[in-house]
């Protein structure tokens, strides 16, 4: 008889010994998701951190773990919650392929609260069995044949429902709770996982939050199963399970199959561009064409060609993608984020600065940006993000410029150089810049079983 798949991730996730190159990613990952918690914490007009952050303080509680930026400590599952809610703020956290969530934002927040507040676990391999089950998760909802997220079909966001879980498994192996009380620890989680993205087409700030309250429920899950609350053995399978409730159906293979051995935890890409990653491969093509001569003055009509399952996200509806209503709406808008790389963008070729202000010239131009549906992108999709790009000059010229999958992506992912440029720049805009070295150095230093206290220093 099979056992239960909570069980199978319980086991996997008290005993994995992740390999060299597991453990080298890991410090990779913590190091992205505190660069992009200090810019969010830095973003000027920002909304849903202060907020987090205001409500905790309410609360009140033991101060055990930092908020990051802040110098402030609250009860361990707080700060994981206001930590999440930064690391997610900016849509610059990595991003599994083919899942299309974003892992590390969840559950490296809640395993350093856990670790800051005395959990004594191997850090790295709690943080790596986290990720990977999130990404698992991830990928058992997704359709074999269409390659359709069937969590996002119904409107779910697959980040904050799968990362609640991989949350949980990171503070419970931190714990030291064994596969038995891992499995209670996945099971209890199941019931606290939740996140709608409707935010992504017509507005409102809740999504940044979502990766919060998936960390603050990881440990919340993973105490109360230390203190010997259970949960149902067959929580992820069942009639009335996980799956059962989120996707209607799912790849049970994708959840065990090599685990342990073939990491998914590897295929988590860095992102290049603070932006919603289905509009990474459209900002590629028109940093190409505009790197080959092309000037804004130039355009007269611009068509974007992506994946078909995307167009829900950063196409429609037309009139809120056109004109959107905010930096942060700006985000998640094919033409918006067309415009500004075609005009020319900041960081690694888009970056926070351009979305701190609408401008009106690109506000104006992303009204010339028609998006559709392209058959070769739609065939990778979700393996890749690909696109093409034409442009009509005024003088009647046709441009075009095509990728098979975005920077950053498979094939093409960021040098250890650029992920570090991305950390500075992102955590120099709210350290000094000896502060963001010593940083650095003290992320690097969790590989060799370094202090987690160094990452917040008092």
């Known amino acids: 008889m099979t056992a239960p798949l909570a069980r199978i991730l319980g086991e996997f996730a008290a005993t994995v010994d992740p390999p060299e190159a597991v453990r080298a990613d890991v410090p990779e990952r ?97 943080i790596a069995a986290g990720i990977e089950v999130t990404n698992r998760l991830g990928m058992a909802g997704c359709d074999p044949e269409t390659g359709a997220n069937l969590y ?42 939740a996140g709608v993205l409707e935010a992504n087409r017509t507005g409102g700030s809740v999504k940044r939050t979502h990766c919060g309250w998936a960390a603050h429920s990881g440990v919340v899950a993973a105490t109360l199963a230390a203190e010997g609350l259970t949960g149902p053995p067959t929580v992820l399978e069942g009639r009335f399970g996980f799956f059962t409730a989120h996707t209607g159906r799912f790849d049970p293979g994708a959840v065990t199959s090599g ?8 295929r ?32 007269a009509a611009v068509e974007l060609g992506v994946a078909e399952p995307v167009l829900r996200t950063i196409a429609e509806p037309p009139e809120e993608k056109a004109r959107p209503r905010s930096g942060y709406h700006a985000k998640f808008s094919g033409p918006y984020t067309l415009a500004v790389a075609l005009t020319g963008g900041t960081g690694l070729g888009v970056g926070l600065d351009d979305f701190t202000e609408l401008t009106p010239e690109r506000l104006e131009l992303a009204t010339r940006v028609e998006v559709r549906a392209d058959p070769a992108a739609t065939a990778v999709f979700p393996r890749a993000f690909a696109g093409v790009l034409r442009v009509r000059t ?28 991305k950390f500075t720049g992102n955590a120099g805009r709210a350290l000094a810049a000896s ?3 010593v940083l650095e150095k003290a992320v690097r230093a969790l590989a060799d079983g370094g202090p987690v206290s160094a990452l917040f220093p008092a």
Not at 56 to 67: L, Y
Not at 78 to 83: D, K, L, P, Q, R
Not at 99 to 120: D, I, K
Not at 153 to 178: N, W
Request: glycine share 12%.
């Open 394 to 421: 005024r003088s009647g010229e046709l441009l075009e410029h095509r990728v098979a999958s975005s920077r950053g992506g498979p094939g093409h992912p960021l040098s250890a150089a650029e992920v570090t440029a």
């Open 268 to 299: 988590t890409v860095f992102k290049p561009y603070p932006s919603n990653h289905f509009t990474h491969a459209g900002i590629d093509c028109a940093l190409a064409l505009r790197a080959a001569g092309l000037e804004p003055g130039e355009i």
């Open 30 to 126: 913590v190091l992205d998701v505190l660069g992009n918690a200090l810019a969010a914490h830095a973003e000027p007009g920002a909304d849903a951190a202060p907020a987090a952050l205001a409500t905790m303080r309410r609360w009140g509680g033991v101060p055990e773990a930092s908020v990051l930026g802040s110098g402030e400590r609250l009860p361990a599952p707080n700060a994981a919650f206001v930590n999440g809610v930064l690391a997610h703020s900016l849509d610059f956290d990595d991003t599994h392929l083919p899942s299309v969530l974003h892992p590390s934002a969840s559950v490296v927040p809640a395993a350093l609260a856990a670790a800051q507040a005395g959990a004594e676990g191997d850090l790295i391999a709690a």
């Open 152 to 193: 996002f079909e119904r409107g779910q966001h697959a980040t904050s429902i799968c990362g609640t879980i991989g949350a949980a498994v990171a503070v419970a192996r931190l714990y030291g709770l064994g596969p038995a009380g891992i499995a209670d620890a996945i099971g209890i989680a199941a019931s606290m996982g």
């Open 435 to 437: 502060d963001v070295e």
């Open 259 to 266: 685990l342990g051995d073939d990491w998914e935890l590897l």
